[in-house]
């Protein structure tokens, strides 16, 4: 990676494709999450209510499909919690998965903006918790001690992202923005590269297995598996 400005900033967008290699499914990809089940009817707050059985089901095949021995971070992920221990606080993750890879590889300074998979919040209280079981509609709140009001600590669409305005500062000063996994198909993340050329501060950078519906607005492509491309320009 190129030198930075002793006090620069980088902000990292990743997406599906970065965990791709570990196991998890993307979603638009050929035979993604998005070509078996709608959208529509487990990812968006009209198909909770609609239907929560089926929501709570779809989500926890994740949750257990995530806690399954073979899923583990791969070399991307190590490589950007490596980035963050050689610049320590100069490096923010935002993603948009919901799986706890980049947790694990390491990485701490980090935004789940779609939320979490191993989480879930009451709609009463509000709070969220780590839950790594199956979820089901009859649920207690642990908290307000309400039944049925348990959902999956996630962002459907039509929802809003979490932590956007910590999200939007660190768009505002830093000095390099790569993607990383991600196709570009969903705002507002695919819209954060527009951002950043429209304060004209830092370079940007995609690193996607190829180039995604973005591909244009940045700077760098680098096109491949993340397992490589990731290590080498991190390096
Ligand atoms: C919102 C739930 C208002 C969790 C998800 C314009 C502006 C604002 C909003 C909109 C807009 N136009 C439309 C909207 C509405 C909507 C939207 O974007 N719709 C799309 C379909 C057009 N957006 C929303 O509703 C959002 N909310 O806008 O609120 C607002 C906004 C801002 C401020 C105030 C108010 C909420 C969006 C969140 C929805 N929840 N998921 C879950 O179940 O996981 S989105 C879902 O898509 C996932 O979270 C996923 O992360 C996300 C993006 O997908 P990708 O990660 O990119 O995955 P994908 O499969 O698409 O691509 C994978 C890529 O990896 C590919 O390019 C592939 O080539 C690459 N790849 C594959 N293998 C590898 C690889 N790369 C490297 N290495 C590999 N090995």
């Known amino acids: 990676m190129q030198p ?43 198909g909770f ?23 583990a971070p791969n070399p991307a992920h190590h490589a950007l919690a490596e980035l963050e221990r050689h610049w320590p606080g100069r490096v923010l993750i935002v993603t948009q998965n919901i799986d706890d890879l980049h947790e694990r590889a ?30 089901g509609t009859a649920e207690m709140c642990p908290d307000c001690k309400r039944s049925g009001t348990l959902r999956p600590h996630i962002v459907w669409f039509g929802e809003i992202p979490l932590e956007m305005e910590r999200i939007m500062a660190a768009l505002s ?31 940007t950078v995609e690193l996607n297995l190829e180039p995604s519906q973005g591909a244009t607005l940045f700077a760098e492509h680098r096109n491949g598996p993340a397992s490589q491309t990731v290590p080498a320009f991190v390096a």
């Not at 400005?5 to 196991?23: H, N």
């Not at 209510?49 to 899923?71: C, E, K, M, Q, W």
């Open 4 to 46: 930075l400005p002793s006090d620069a900033t980088i902000v990292i967008l990743t997406g599906a494709g970065i965990s791709k290699e570990s196991g998890l499914d993307t979603f638009r990809c050929e035979g993604g999450i998005w070509s078996k089940v709608r959208l529509e009817d487990v990812a968006t707050p009209e």
């Open 49 to 71: 209510a609609a239907d929560p059985d089926l929501v709570h089901d779809f989500y926890n095949a994740r949750r257990r499909g995530l806690s399954d021995p073979t899923i």
């Open 106 to 135: 390491g990485s701490r300074n980090l935004i789940h903006m779609h939320g979490e998979l191993l989480k879930i919040r009451c709609v009463h209280c509000g709070l969220p918790r780590h839950w790594s079981d199956d979820l």
């Open 173 to 203: 000063d830093c000095a390099l923005f790569v993607s990383i996994g991600t196709s570009g198909n969903v705002y507002p993340a695919a819209g954060f590269v527009a951002q950043v050329r429209r304060l004209g501060l830092a370079h």
